[in-house]
Nanobody, 124 residues
């Protein structure tokens, strides 16, 4: 199974920016659809953004226009650029490879293995 290591989280003020990184252990990474999830306290994990192997992207409505997902297949890495951060973006962020119909509602994790995630806190 593919293992992912997330990094780049931190504490930022509302309106600030962060760039998350996720490195995959699998050389076949370039063929995968990969997504960023987040889980806030006492809430279910939700898919925030996904990127197809061909570079097509999709986003949850609440982050459209603020977040950008991208990938560097040569580095087995997917990024999440987060701008105009809001307190409601506070969560632990995870990445995973996905299967299913390419949409926020249709995609799901290939398996239930998750990395340690990276904490994003937005507060003044």
């Amino acid at each position: 199974q593919v293992q992912f290591v997330e990094s780049g989280g931190g504490l930022v003020q509302p309106g600030g920016s962060l760039r998350l990184s996720c490195v995959a252990s699998e050389s076949l990474f370039s063929t995968y659809t990969v997504g960023w999830y987040r889980q806030a306290p006492r809430k279910q994990r939700e898919l925030v953004a996904a990127i197809h192997s061909g570079g097509i992207t999709t986003y949850r409505d609440s982050v459209k226009g603020r977040f950008t997902i991208s990938r560097d297949n040569a580095k087995n890495t997917v990024y999440l650029q987060m701008n105009s951060l809001k307190p409601e973006d506070t969560a632990v962020y995870y990445c995973n490879d996905l299967i299913g119909h390419f949409s926020i509602a249709g995609l799901r994790p290939r398996d239930d293995y998750w990395g340690q995630g990276t904490q994003v806190s937005v507060s003044s």
